[in-house]
């Protein structure tokens, strides 16, 4: 039984395509599909979803730590040539108390539940990326800064909430809880030019009716970064920087 258990303990990243976080299996190397047909939805419905790497058995970090989630939570990944993709399966045993609104851009979060994806892509535990959604895909995004100083009256959290990416969502509300489906562009992404690449991630829920707050890579208020808890998306390859261009035509007269 102890050789059993070493031998799974030591399993390297891809041995399995279900990542605990409770259980620390924090190193993921999601699936590389070059071309995929995805819809962006809400319906995960694709056969490529069925061998996406799953972010599982995420635990509370507010109010209680390190408790078992309320509701469970599961996260579908996997990256293609020119986006990375998610689709979030938040379960919940009272899908007629889930606070989804209709909301513009970056204001869903104060009021519903949501869901936090957070890329570290230069994997150096100070900056990343971070994409909110609402149970309907409504998008709030930013940039997640360790040491940010927001000030008296600001967010709770160290992000500057000014940047807007280009990026796709869509979800949708079920009987067993909600569905979104996210598609984010390597346009929309700094990240070194490298032929394989580690990125640090991390994925949050909000429960808003309990005041739940989970997360997949366990979270302690007694550790001052938040970055330095994530975990890390391995062996991304053939990955691409992207440069965006904007053409804006101008008459004077």
Do not use: C
């Not at 071309?35 to 109010?63: I, K």
């Not at 979060?109 to 409504?138: C, E, H, K, S």
């Not at 562009?185 to 808003?208: H, M």
């Not at 001052?224 to 101008?250: I, K, N, Y």
Request: aromatic share 10%; charged share 25%.
């Amino acid at each position: 039984m102890i050789e059993i258990l070493a031998a799974l303990t030591l399993a390297a990243p891809g041995d399995s395509t279900v990542f605990e976080g409770a259980e620390g299996e924090l190193r993921v190397r999601p699936p590389r599909v070059a071309a995929p047909e995805v819809t962006v939805d809400g319906t995960l419905d694709e056969d490529v979803w069925s061998s996406a790497a799953v972010l599982s058995d995420f635990t509370q970090y507010q109010p209680t730590e390190g408790i078992p989630a309320s509701e469970p939570t599961d996260v579908l990944v996997f990256y293609g040539d020119e986006a990375l993709y998610f689709g979030i399966r938040a379960h919940d045993s009272r899908p007629e108390e889930i606070r989804s609104s209709v909301a513009e851009r970056d204001e869903s979060i104060f009021g519903d539940d949501w869901v936090r994806l957070m890329l570290d892509t230069y994997n150096r535990q100070q900056q990343a990326y971070i994409f909110y959604v609402n149970p309907r895909g409504i998008q709030t995004d930013g940039l997640w800064i360790e040491g940010l100083n927001r000030g008296r009256g600001g967010p709770s959290v160290p992000v500057d909430f000014n940047p807007d990416f280009i990026w796709q969502s869509d979800g949708q509300v079920t009987d067993s809880g909600w569905v979104v489906e996210v598609r984010i562009p390597y346009v929309s992404l700094r990240f070194p030019e490298s032929d394989v690449q580690n990125w640090g991630i991390n994925v949050a829920r909000e429960v808003r009716r309990l005041g739940y707050k989970q997360s997949w890579a366990p979270l302690s208020e007694s550790i001052s970064s938040t970055l330095e808890q994530e975990g890390t998306l391995v062996g991304l390859r053939d990955v691409e920087p992207r440069r965006l261009r904007e053409v804006t035509p101008v008459v004077t007269g």
